[in-house]
């Protein structure tokens, strides 16, 4: 059966969040340093997702994109990953 995109990015996602588990095993306690470690992973989007306008805007080539455009999606399943983690905490 294949995958459709959203499988793919929950996929992605867990992957991120096993990696991240196994990184640091203590979550935080401190509602605060919870949301910070979320709004970190989404500040990195953000700079991905510039970085990929930018280059879109030079007219680059499409391996350099699809490059950009690889590291965004990282950066948004590590962010999808720190949320899940945010909110498998607080249940």
């Given at each position: 059966m294949?995958?459709?995109n959203?499988?793919?990015?929950?996929l992605?996602?867990?992957r991120?969040?096993t990696d991240?588990?196994?990184?640091?095993?203590?979550?935080?306690?401190d509602?605060l340093?919870?949301?910070?470690?979320?709004?970190e992973?989404?500040?990195e989007?953000q700079?991905?997702?510039?970085?990929?306008v930018?280059?879109?805007?030079?007219?680059?080539?499409?391996?350099?994109?699809a490059a950009r455009?690889?590291?965004?999606d990282r950066e948004?399943a590590?962010?999808?990953?720190?949320?899940?983690?945010f909110l498998?905490?607080?249940?």
């Amino acid at each position: 059966m294949p995958h459709t995109n959203l499988d793919l990015a929950l996929l992605a996602a867990g992957r991120e969040l096993t990696d991240a588990e196994h990184k640091h095993p203590q979550w935080p306690t401190d509602l605060l340093r919870q949301v910070a470690i979320v709004a970190e992973e989404l500040g990195e989007a953000q700079k991905e997702a510039l970085s990929l306008v930018e280059w879109q805007e030079r007219g680059c080539g499409t391996a350099e994109l699809a490059a950009r455009g690889a590291a965004l999606d990282r950066e948004m399943a590590q962010v999808a990953a720190m949320a899940l983690r945010f909110l498998a905490a607080r249940l």
